[in-house]
C-alpha cells in the first residue's frame, strides 16, 4: 500500500510541477508575445482557470506528501520525504502570501479597467513564480529520490 501511495503522489506532484514549469517558460513567454489587450486578456483568464485549480492541487499535494512521510516514516527516504513535504509548505505559503494576491487582482482586469502597471505586477508575479517552481522542482525530486 505504501508504494501505491508513493507512487500516487509522485505522479500527482510532478503533474503539478509539469503544469507550473509550462506556465512559467511556455504558456506565459507565448502570451506576452500576442498584442497589449490580447496578452492580458490571456494572463486574466488563466489567472481564472487555473486559480481555481491549483488551490486544490497544491494542498492535495502537500496532504499526500504528510501522508507518505507520517507512513513511511520507518523506511529509507523518509527524510527526504519529510523535506519535499517542507518544500510543498513553502510553496503553498509562497502562493498565499505572493502569489494569490497579484492573481487575485489580475484575473478581474480588463483592458477597459487595468491598472496603469498591470505589466509590472504580472512580472513580479513571474519573479515569484520562477522561485516557487524552483522549489517544486526540488520537492519533486527529493520525492523521487524517496522512493523505496
Known amino acids: 500500500m505504501l508504494n501505491a501511495l508513493e507512487v500516487f503522489t509522485t505522479v500527482v506532484v510532478g503533474l503539478m510541477v509539469g503544469v507550473e514549469f509550462s506556465v512559467a517558460f511556455v504558456i506565459n513567454p507565448i502570451l506576452n508575445a500576442l498584442p497589449e489587450d490580447s496578452a492580458q486578456l490571456g494572463h486574466a ?9 491549483m488551490p486544490v492541487w497544491y494542498i492535495g499535494s502537500l496532504v499526500l506528501a504528510a501522508v507518505w512521510a507520517a507512513a513511511g516514516r520507518h523506511h529509507a527516504g523518509a527524510g527526504l520525504v519529510v523535506t519535499a513535504a517542507g518544500l510543498l ?46 522549489v517544486l522542482v526540488a520537492a519533486f525530486a527529493l520525492l523521487v529520490a524517496g522512493l523505496t
Do not use: C
Open 89 to 134: 509548505i513553502l510553496s503553498v505559503v509562497m502562493s498565499i502570501l505572493l502569489l494569490v494576491p497579484i492573481n487575485n487582482r489580475n484575473k478581474a482586469w480588463t483592458p477597459e479597467n487595468r491598472p496603469a502597471d498591470w505589466k509590472e505586477q504580472l512580472n513580479r508575479w513571474n519573479r515569484f513564480h520562477y522561485v516557487r517552481v524552483a
Open 45 to 53: 483568464h488563466g489567472g481564472r482557470m487555473l486559480g481555481a485549480v
